[in-house]
């Protein structure tokens, strides 16, 4: 489920480059993720180190989660690999 537009604020690599320290600010102190956009696409979003922590503890549990499922085959696999070889929709 993707966030609530009303909670994201877009900037361009430009701007989140001219205005860095109000972007960080956004992302610490509004409660609001950034995506930034090159060439109008989004390329990349920043979230609090909060924000951040709370997912990766919540992968690391369905990952563990996932390895009881699928057992001894995959035991060997990185969480990183597995991400990596999804492709979205």
Same mark, same amino acid.
């Given at each position: 489920?993707?966030?609530?537009?009303?909670?994201?604020h877009?900037?361009?690599i430009?701007?989140a480059?001219?205005?860095?320290?109000?972007?960080?600010?956004?992302?610490?102190?509004?409660?609001?993720d950034?995506?930034?956009?090159?060439?109008? /696409?989004p390329?990349?979003?920043?979230?609090?180190?909060?924000k951040?922590?709370?997912?990766?503890?919540? %992968? +690391? #549990?369905?990952? *563990? /989660?996932?390895l009881?499922?699928?057992?001894?085959?995959?035991?060997?696999?990185?969480?990183?690999?597995? %991400? +990596? #070889?999804?492709? *979205?929709?």
């Open positions: 489920m993707l966030p609530k537009l009303e909670k994201l877009f900037y361009t430009a701007e480059k001219a205005n860095l320290s109000k972007v960080i600010s956004v992302v610490n102190n509004d409660d609001h950034v995506i930034i956009t090159k060439n109008g /696409l390329s990349v979003a920043l979230l609090s180190y909060e951040y922590v709370k997912i990766q503890k919540f %992968l +690391d #549990s369905v990952y *563990e /989660l996932y009881m499922d699928a057992g001894t085959d995959v035991a060997d696999s990185e969480l990183k690999d597995i %991400l +990596d #070889s999804t492709e *979205e929709d």
